[in-house]
């Protein structure tokens, strides 16, 4: 009876705060590091990537890679810029409306950007003592085929990591280096 | 029925059966602009005339869907009719099943890629990281089969609309850009695609769309001159018969005065299957135009039959000089140089010729029978002492040298009958989707396809290293030799290489399989020709930039939005000296100037002929110089006139104004060849029914909203009126 009214308790809890992400995974202008595990269904073991991440002011995501190669991106509303080699690719994300999306989504849900966040994906939050967990599900069914979901995960009002999992068995898990972590309010 | 009308009428009846025998058994149309040019002269006007009409682009439709979330609907069902050959809406990302055929199947014989064991290993390693990057089913297909992402590459140069383009504007409008099967002036299939586009847009998006390009252009052009030709045809026609019964009083005026214009119709076309493999639209459609001039021969004969038909001889000499000063100068256009226009002249010429004679011998027979009319007996004047025309001409000429802007344009754009905003609609939207600038073309010259394909690989090399974008036919058909060496390269690849770079990035051997097995068909593929191409979206581009000439080859490299095209051509000249910058503006000024001219030259004999021909017929200098006069005065005075009204005068305002000539010469003629009081009443009576009649149907082709159509009634309604009034009324009433 009481793990049924701890249940429900946390079913009310999820409800109520589905509007609302706990914390803000990358501050504007402050870099955060973390080590990024990226699996394809051809890959035998997932490849580890180390880096570090940051959200400029106009809201551009920029992701340093640093092991086991060097690589920069730079993920705009509409474009992703590419830097590896020495040698700069600018893609535009014009062709690929769904692909925009979800680099939209993923920017705004580690940005703490809870209105871009609603539009894209519909957003659960489950909250057990202090750790908590926001799930982001696409809400158009084309966004739905380049990601199934978005987790993203943390203690009190620190953002731990965040699990994308992509159509045809990809998934990225991005795991933050601990400190960094903002609230919401506090933006 | 008389002997005389029972053999005239047969022989008749004979001819009109023989004539429509030739059309039914040898007409054969076209509608290639390159008829109405001259022989191309210089290598920039070979090339000019070669692409009118069906340059790269030409088979484009740019549609402009509304909002709807159906819009990928319409596009799948444009795609799977089999109207396009390709249809492009932005919105899709680039997956082997969107890559033409022949691209993937040779695309390590189109393209360089590193084949070393040390270049596999880079490819697969780099693929890891973008396949990382991007989480996209379509992008993985491609990088499994194509590591050294070679197709993207290609295409990126290839397809138009690749670049940075807006496929939806802020109303949420969609812009699609497909390409037809059916080339731009094959209006019966354009007509098929257009009902299919909108049938589709009515189905899917349950609204209209928007289209632009040549072929809907043509057919909007179609549809407006279908239109018009009806109403105004039809009103034309009411006008004439109003004018011709209110002046001659008897119905069967009206189909004595068609007789001899149809038997001209028929006669001229005739001509025209028997000396001409092919016979183009506009010729029919200004050759009709131009036999206008006919329908007075049979008003002359039935204005003087009114007092018995035997007066018709007495007209018989002025009318022979009024057609032949006519002949002469339709004789000119057969020399000028075009075979457009040389059909124009063989069709006026034949036609007026069996108009006239079908006037003098058909008509007497049926006009024997009408009674005599009571006719105007007042004294008639002496028009040779009026000089008005001296002052007409005089004044035409002061404002001639006074005039600042140029009186004739070789812009061959001048005659495109298609409307300014429609004009400026294309232009954005080629903007829009960066299709390659039509004006300007790079050209190289070579002894053999080889020769000019290496060139041309040669040449893209040096100019992309340059920073400029170029379209380059041997992007899809690279020389032989290039083919073989990248044949060689595929055939030194180890799978093993292979193999070693799976592991080495992580990846599961077997991974790329697919490249693989498309680097075992490469090895094998027969070299890449143009043929090749043909029946594919590419195929246009490859025959238009790529073809043998007077023994040798020449192909063609399109650059995109030339900003600077001087500098440019300077670079080139020290970069590239084997190449040269066309300006196809400059060329078709250039050919049209020259064009003109030799029209003109050939127009001024023709004048000249008909002078002599005037001197010998009226032995009178006095008569001579007003008839010369008169018709000079008349032609000067619409041709400024036309000038003030249009703002400019082109090749066809130049046919416009022979018209006039020969009108105001028939005019003239018949109004000063006097002889009694009741032949110049009679002659009066033609004249003022001629012009009444002309200036009334030219006077409603003035009014179209087509601009080609509505100069070319402007000015001739415009010289007839003035023709007229000079010819009558500037004589005063006792001839002062």
């Known amino acids: ?167 045809d068995d990809r998934w990225q898990r991005l795991v933050f280096a601990p400190g960094g972590s903002l609230d919401v309010e506090q933006r | 029925m008389s002997s005389a009308k029972r053999i005239s009428g047969s022989f008749w009846l004979v001819f009109a059966g023989l ?65 396009f050959r390709s249809v492009y809406a932005g919105n899709e990302p680039l997956s082997v099943s969107s890559v033409p055929e022949t691209v993937w199947r040779y695309r390590y014989l189109l393209a360089d890629a590193d084949w070393s064991e040390s270049g596999v290993a880079e490819a697969v390693d780099q693929r890891l990281a973008d396949l990382l990057l991007l989480p996209d089913q379509s992008l993985s297909q491609i990088v499994f089969s194509d590591p050294f992402l070679v197709v993207p590459g290609l295409l990126e140069r290839l397809v138009v609309g690749s670049a940075e383009t807006a496929w939806q504007d802020d109303s949420g409008r969609k812009y699609l850009l497909a390409e037809t099967n059916a080339p731009a002036f094959d209006m019966e299939a354009q007509a098929e695609v257009q009902l299919f586009v909108h049938r589709a847009a009515e189905t899917k998006l349950s609204a209209g ?10 057919l909007r052009l179609q549809e407006r001159i279908r239109n018009e030709a009806q109403w105004r045809s039809l009103l034309a026609a009411l006008l004439v018969m109003l004018v011709l019964l209110t002046l001659y009083r008897r119905f069967s005026v009206l189909w004595l005065a068609a007789l001899p214009v149809l038997a001209g119709a028929v006669g001229g076309f005739a001509a025209l299957t028997l000396f001409f493999d092919k016979v183009h639209g506009i010729t029919l459609a200004f050759g009709f ?31 022979f000089v009024s057609v032949a000063s006519t002949l002469i100068a339709f004789a000119a256009l057969v ?25 003098l011998t058909l008509l007497p027979c049926f006009l024997a029978e009408e009674e005599q009319a009571v006719l105007d007996q007042r004294a008639v004047p002496s028009l040779l002492q009026n000089r008005y025309w001296i002052l ?70 040096v100019l992309r290293l340059a920073g400029f974008e170029v379209l380059s036919v041997s992007d899809l058909v690279p020389p032989e030799s290039i083919q073989n060496r990248r044949i060689e390269q595929v055939v030194a690849f180890s799978p093993e290489w292979l193999s070693t770079a799976e592991r080495s990035s992580g990846f599961r051997e077997g991974s790329f399989d697919a490249f693989a097995d498309a680097v075992s068909v490469s090895r094998n593929l027969p070299l890449l020709q143009s043929d090749d191409w043909q029946g594919t979206q590419f195929e246009a581009l490859v025959n238009e930039n790529l073809y043998s000439q007077d023994g040798g080859w020449r192909v063609g490299l399109l650059p995109f939005q030339l900003e600077n095209p001087q500098i440019f051509g300077r670079w080139l000249r020290e ?18 100037g020259r064009y003109r001219n030799a029209a003109k030259t050939a127009l001024l004999f023709a004048a000249i002929l008909v002078a002599v021909l005037l001197w010998w017929f009226t032995g009178s200098l006095r008569h001579w110089v007003w008839l010369v006069g008169t018709v000079s005065a008349a032609v000067l005075t619409s041709a400024l006139l036309s000038v003030w009204l249009l703002g400019t005068l082109s090749l066809l305002n130049m046919v416009a104004l022979i018209l006039v ?76």
């Open chain 2, 575 to 592: 970069s590239l000296p084997d190449w040269r910058l066309i300006d196809l503006k400059e060329a078709s000024a250039s050919l049209v």
């Open chain 1, 1 to 167: 009876m009481r793990k049924l009214l701890l249940l429900l308790g946390c079913a009310f809890l999820s409800s109520a705060l589905a509007d609302k992400l706990p914390a803000v995974a990358i501050q504007s202008g402050q870099p955060r590091e973390f080590v990024e595990y990226r699996m394809l269904p051809q890959l035998v073991v997932p490849q580890e990537l180390q880096g570090y991440a940051e959200v400029g002011s106009d809201g551009v995501l920029l992701k340093t890679i640093q092991a086991p190669y060097a690589e920069t991106v730079e993920i705009g509303p509409d474009y992703l810029k590419l830097t590896r080699g020495g040698r700069s690719r600018r893609l535009s994300l014009n062709k690929q409306p769904a692909l925009a999306d979800f680099y939209r989504g993923l920017t705004a849900l580690l940005a703490g950007d809870e209105e871009v966040v609603n539009e894209l994906f519909i957003v659960t939050r489950d909250d057990l003592a202090d750790v908590w967990r926001v799930r982001c599900e696409p809400r158009d069914e084309q966004l739905r085929g380049v990601v199934q979901k978005i987790v993203m995960s943390g203690r009190q009002r620190e953002v731990e990591e965040v699990l994308t999992m992509q159509s």
């Open chain 2, 209 to 218: 769309v928007a289209s632009f390009g040549a072929g809907p252009y043509g």
């Open chain 2, 335 to 359: 020399f000028s140089g075009s075979p457009g226009l040389a059909q124009l002249g063989v069709f006026s010429f034949c036609g007026i010729l069996v108009a006239l004679l079908c006037s």
């Open chain 2, 19 to 83: 004539c429509v025998g030739l059309i039914i058994f040898r007409y054969e149309a076209t509608i290639e602009l390159g008829y109405f040019l001259p022989e191309p002269e210089t290598l920039d006007e070979q090339v000019l005339v070669r692409r009118l009409g069906q340059g790269a682009g030409s088979q484009l439709w740019f549609i402009v869907a509304p909002p709807s979330p159906q819009t990928q609907a319409f596009i799948s069902e444009l795609r799977e009719s089999g109207l």
């Open chain 2, 392 to 461: 007409l001409l005089c004044a035409g000429f002061a404002v001639l040298l006074a005039q600042s802007r140029p009186l004739w344009t070789d812009d061959l754009s001048s005659m495109t009958p298609l409307p300014e905003h429609e004009l400026q609609a294309d232009k954005e939207l080629r903007e829009r989707f960066a299709v390659p600038d039509m004006r300007y073309l790079l050209l190289a010259e070579g002894a053999t396809e080889q020769t000019v394909l290496f060139s041309a690989h040669r040449a893209s090399e």
């Open chain 2, 289 to 319: 135009t131009l036999l206008g001039v006919a329908v007075d021969y049979p008003l002359h004969v039935i204005s003087h039959a009114r007092r018995g038909a035997g007066r018709v001889k007495n007209i018989r000499s002025v009318m």
């Open chain 2, 661 to 736: 000539a020969g009108l105001g010469l028939d005019y003239a003629l018949f109004t000063s060849c006097a002889g009694d009081a009741e032949r110049t009443a009679d002659s009066r009576h033609a004249v003022l029914a001629s012009a009444l009649s002309t200036a009334a149907a030219f006077g409603l082709l003035g009014l179209s909203s087509v601009p080609v159509l509505a100069g070319i009634g402007t000015t001739v309604s415009i010289g007839v009126m003035i023709s007229y009034a000079l010819a009558r009324f500037t004589a005063g009433p006792d001839g002062a």
